[in-house]
């Protein structure tokens, strides 16, 4: 199965008459430069900020483009990215493949399977409602 890898080309060939075997191989390399691509972390980061302004206010998976609080590639082959998103909802299926499709468009790796590893802002309710943290009460017994 290739769903993972978005939409593949197409390339019609024939062994007998060898038809096709140029733009076969042609294919294959643009394939191989793609499996290694590395972005850096600014381009992604950027590419992410264009499509959220894009995608804004549409609703449905759009809303998941706000959540990014920051992405970086953490390997090639296959290309993987790790998100930190906001919030501790976590992302359904659908979502996943919206944001692996919103990388493969704005990155120019389609045809290529993407990893997502994706990590979320968990804090309990309890601990954002508790006041000032060990730290501050350390430092204002120090200034005393």
Known sequence: RFVAAGRLPVISLSALEGRGTDELMEAVVEAYDKWNKSVSSYKLRTSLAKHSLRFYGTGGSAHLLQRIKWAVQV???????????????????????????????????????????????KRPKQQQQQGPSRARRRNSKARR
């Open 75 to 121: 390997k090639a082959r296959p290309p993987t990215f790790a998100l930190l998103l906001r919030g501790s909802d976590e992302v359904d299926e659908g979502g996943q493949r919206f944001l692996a499709n919103v990388l493969r468009q704005s990155l120019g790796l389609e045809g290529v399977p993407l990893r997502l590893y994706l990590r979320y802002n």
